[in-house]
């Protein structure tokens, strides 16, 4: 018997005021979110493997202007853009990623090449590009990320002189919050597929107004990536850099091995106890082999959504 | 009461034959090995966290050109070098790294900066560089750090065609042997303090004829280094690609906490069984709340050693 395969994605947690969201945003979150369930639910029921799902599944986020990946990432503080990607495959632990590249169109695409190439797991910046390159995948200009939106974020972020986490309006304690929209800007799929493989790919611009070369949670393995066909497929959104000190999508699965939790006990306690333990904000989804999922979060609101067989994809953006 | 301090230090492992380690070298090892033992276990009976320890340790092992790690480091396969470093405090879980650099002296006085900073963790590249020249750090030409050793290791490899982990000569098991004093060029420390808190350090030149941009475990907290007061610290070397996939450094804290194994258990099972059911070659050394030390390999050798309290530091090299 075949496993009924199922597709969780999310495109960032943080504050996301109800109140001032508005209808007409709100409703364009939603019919993103949906149609991007959509296209991967129809992949994985035609066969297509979890790794292949996932990554369908971002590059579609990776060209949504809505989410910060991809088109649409947010500003560095010089005014740049700097992307990050992971991929790992559940079914034999193999992975790829790479890190601060500003000229690969899909960088999830370029994450998975590394994947397949084998020979290393994360390559950042220019070596990123030009593995990149070689393999004949798509570049583009560092303007095609741009959007006059997260500009304005970025002229916001730094008058305020602040690092800020996209979409976070509460990501400084001191500060108040600058924008109604902001939350963390991250975007990944985890899937499980027709044959019982599980995969997930997480990909991000990062943080608004954040130093070069900072390299977050989404492109680490285990921090903010993590999949393994005996435990789960995990990809988080949030504060990164206490997602890598948590080790935050490893600890959901070694919560599962070792101390024998379920996925929601284990991705709760991550989410709800380890994380804020240390000042981390933000989510995850996950999904285990038996095509459970859990989309935690901490923070007022995370996009997400799933989609389980040929049941009605589900979305939502609040609790 | 005070706990005895105990320091831990590698200095890579990998396929060391003992019949081609003449007796010249390895007594310079040793000799190196103690020397480092000494000052650190001074620094901490005098009081030094464990945090001031390990970067203590690791600085000199950086300084020294027997070590894959600042001066002595190895090429990338354009014949320049890109440097890696992490450090990790037990006590509160903060940690810092920065990857690809090629003009800080010493790389984890850099990760150590960016670990009291606190904005981020990883820093790569120029922008490492950059927050290290703004912090004041000393700078140096990429030639500082150059050997003709290393030099000839780099022609050797592109003569091959291999990329190669320093000092192993069993990388790829189709290959010769390339030199007998190969290792996996790493090193790192782990300590405990008066107080009774454990800190993490790890720095490396990366592998001979790595491609430009590749990031190993070490930089990467909860891969190559980790630290936690409650479970253990830890340093890996090896194979860093499968260090990664299998989140090594807080696997091994992990199953302290969640599957209540002792240290020995934990790190013996990351090393002896983890790694290589996915290829992974290398070892670790750990340091647990109680001052047990566990320093674990699966190759033929690794340059290693530890002192605790009063008594006379040790060092090995094979078994």
């Known amino acids: 018997m075949r496993t009924t395969p199922v597709i969780a994605i999310h495109g960032g947690a943080g504050t996301i005021s109800a109140a001032a969201l508005s209808a007409g945003a709100a409703q364009a979150y939603h019919e993103a979110l949906h149609a991007i369930l959509h296209a991967a639910r129809a992949s994985l029921l035609g066969g ?3 790794l292949d799902a996932v ?6 986020l990776e060209d949504c202007p809505l989410f910060n990946a991809g088109h649409g990432a947010v500003f560095t503080h010089a005014g740049t853009h700097e992307l990050d990607a992971a991929v790992m495959n559940g079914a034999d632990l193999r992975a790829g990623a790479i890190a601060c590249v500003s000229r ?3 960088p999830v695409r370029a994450a998975r090449a590394v994947m397949e190439d084998g020979a290393h797991v994360l390559l950042a910046g220019a070596g990123a590009e030009a593995f990149a390159r070689e393999r004949g995948l798509e570049m583009v200009e560092p303007s095609y990320f741009s959007t006059e939106a997260r500009r304005a974020q970025l002229a916001q972020a730094q008058g305020a002189g602040r690092v800020v986490l996209d979409h976070d309006g509460a990501a400084s304690a001191a500060a108040a919050p600058l924008d109604e929209g902001r939350k963390f800007g991250t975007v990944g799929a985890v899937a499980l597929d027709l044959q019982g493989h599980l995969a997930a790919a997480t990909s991000t611009g990062g943080m608004t107004n954040k130093r070069v070369g900072r390299v977050g949670d989404s492109p680490l393995i285990g921090a903010g990536t993590y999949a393994d066909d005996k435990r789960a497929a995990v990809s988080c959104t949030g504060s990164g850099e206490m997602f890598i000190r948590a080790a935050a999508a490893y600890d959901v699965c070694a919560r599962m091995r ?3 939790q379920s996925l929601a006990q284990a991705a709760q306690a991550v989410v709800m106890q380890t994380l804020p333990s240390i000042g981390g904000s933000g989510g995850l989804i996950a999904i285990d082999r038996n095509g459970n999922v859990c989309m935690p979060f901490n923070t007022d609101g995370m996009y997400r959504g799933h ?6 994809p589900q979305t939502a953006i609040h609790r």
Chains 1, 2 share one sequence.
């Open 104 to 106: 690969i169109r899909r």
């Open 307 to 312: 989609a389980r067989g040929t049941e009605a």
């Open 48 to 50: 297509a493997s979890a």
């Open 55 to 60: 990554c369908l599944a971002v590059e579609m």
């Open 258 to 260: 070792y101390a024998g």
